[in-house]
């Protein structure tokens, strides 16, 4: 779903600048907050709720969010949020701050969001960032230090 469209266009494209934030936790929203002044921000959480209660906190703090469900374990979820993140503007950052740990889910799951879906993410977003754009990625060791065998 998006909502709140902003105006802000870049100086020399006409564009709205943009900053894709995947991963709707604490971590996002504060690198959000440090590059986000001036952009648009796309707010991405596999649950809406997550989505819509960190885009309130964004919003309420002068920021222009709107908000996207995705799943970065199924391409086609990542393909539909580069979408929607190209729909908006030029894409000029991305915060790739979703993932899972041993207290969340089991190993295989770990595996598909925090290895597959970071690739996933990296490899779809890679194709459309803006010229002299940038990306984050936010890692854990939570498989490594887990007890699964």
């Given at each position: 779903m998006?909502a709140?469209?902003t105006?802000?266009k870049?100086s020399t494209?006409?564009?709205?600048?943009?900053?894709v934030?995947?991963?709707?936790?604490?971590?996002?929203?504060?690198?959000?907050?440090?590059?986000?002044?001036?952009?648009?921000?796309?707010?991405a959480?596999?649950r809406?709720?997550n989505?819509?209660a960190?885009a309130?906190?964004?919003?309420?703090?002068?920021?222009?969010v709107?908000?996207a469900?995705?799943?970065?374990?199924?391409?086609?979820s990542v393909?539909?949020?580069?979408?929607?993140?190209v729909s908006i503007?030029?894409?000029?950052?991305?915060?790739?701050a979703?993932?899972v740990?041993p207290t969340?889910?089991?190993?295989e799951?770990?595996?598909?969001?925090?290895?597959?879906?970071?690739a996933v993410?990296l490899?779809a977003f890679?194709?459309v960032?803006?010229?002299g754009?940038?990306?984050?990625?936010?890692a854990?060791?939570?498989?490594?230090m887990?007890?699964a065998?």
């Amino acid at each position: 779903m998006i909502a709140n469209i902003t105006d802000e266009k870049s100086s020399t494209s006409g564009l709205t600048n943009a900053i894709v934030v995947i991963g709707a936790g604490s971590i996002g929203q504060a690198i959000a907050r440090r590059v986000g002044a001036g952009k648009h921000i796309l707010l991405a959480d596999i649950r809406q709720d997550n989505a819509d209660a960190a885009a309130k906190v964004l919003r309420d703090a002068g920021f222009e969010v709107s908000t996207a469900i995705v799943d970065v374990s199924i391409r086609a979820s990542v393909q539909a949020l580069v979408e929607t993140a190209v729909s908006i503007g030029s894409i000029q950052g991305l915060i790739h701050a979703a993932g899972v740990s041993p207290t969340q889910a089991p190993p295989e799951t770990i595996l598909k969001v925090d290895l597959y879906g970071t690739a996933v993410v990296l490899e779809a977003f890679g194709k459309v960032i803006a010229h002299g754009g940038a990306g984050v990625v936010i890692a854990s060791q939570s498989l490594i230090m887990s007890k699964a065998t």
